[in-house]
């Protein structure tokens, strides 16, 4: 088998909402393969110590911190990005927040709050990045989807229309920019011991039902992500795009 076809040395990731949690396991796998990773989040001391980890063990990072909401912001961040990092070959829109609650009870805030950080950002980062990979015939990008892009429970209303947005988000950006030869595609995890779901693994009725829902019987890691991602970054996918695939231990395939 060729060898390169995972090998991402000398190729230039940002991964948005990467200072933790997934995000953060997505750089450093992406880094691990031989990209140089662009760390983002807002909170500049949690991306200097991301980026602290990802050096010490050897690896090529930077850090563009920028609020995923902001239009101007990103216009601006992603120049500076170019010019001073380098062309972005991979772009991960992974930025993501939850605000539950049931939806007779759910504020105007916290559904336009999980709407623009979940699903509006990847329109706004990709507008600028789009075009820049079609300018040079080449470009990955993958947006962060999620089980919930197909199914939800009770408070997630507004996490799951953003991730069903963003499933079909990722079709639309691979309908008009696949003939540039980029390729778009969507990671989906199932249940993640992340920060974002602590409370949900360290409650003893909930970490039972999603122990009995997943068939694999567990939570994921965030490592066992990391093939996926590194596979839709790589050449190995040159002919993949538009695809969602969900790395969920078999949960969607089960009732
Ligand atoms: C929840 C969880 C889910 C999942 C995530 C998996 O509240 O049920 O946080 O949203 O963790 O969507 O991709």
Not at 95 to 123: C, P
Request: proline share 3%; hydrophobic share 45%.
């Amino acid at each position: 088998m060729n060898s390169k076809l995972f090998d991402l040395t000398g190729r230039t990731a940002l991964i948005t909402g990467s200072s933790q949690g997934l995000g953060f396991a997505f750089a450093r796998g992406l880094a691990e393969a031989g990209a140089t990773v662009v760390l983002n989040g807002r909170d500049e001391k949690k991306l200097a110590l991301a980026s602290a980890e990802l050096t010490a063990a050897g690896l090529k990072v930077a850090t563009a911190a920028f609020d995923v909401t902001d239009g101007a912001g990103i216009e601006r961040a992603i120049a500076r990005i170019e010019a001073e990092v380098a062309p972005i070959d991979i772009l991960v829109n992974n930025a993501g927040i939850h605000r539950r609650a049931l939806l007779a009870e759910m504020t105007e805030a916290q559904w336009r709050e999980v709407l623009d950080t979940n699903l509006t950002s990847a329109f706004l980062v990709g507008r600028q990045v789009g075009p820049r990979m079609i300018a040079r015939r080449s470009g990955k990008i993958i947006n962060t989807c999620s089980v919930m892009s197909e199914v939800c429970r009770p408070t997630t209303g507004n996490y799951a229309a953003a991730k069903g947005g963003l499933k079909m988000l990722t079709r639309a950006m691979a309908t008009e920019w696949a003939k540039h030869n980029l390729q778009v595609n969507g990671i989906a995890p199932g249940y993640f011991e992340t920060e974002l779901n602590k409370p949900l693994v360290e409650n003893p009725d909930f970490n039972k039902w999603i122990c009995g829902r997943t068939p694999a019987g567990r939570w994921g890691k965030p490592a066992e992500l990391v093939g996926t991602v590194v596979f839709l970054a790589s050449t190995a996918s040159d002919f993949v795009n538009g695809q969602i695939i969900y790395v969920d231990g078999g949960l969607l395939a089960a009732i």
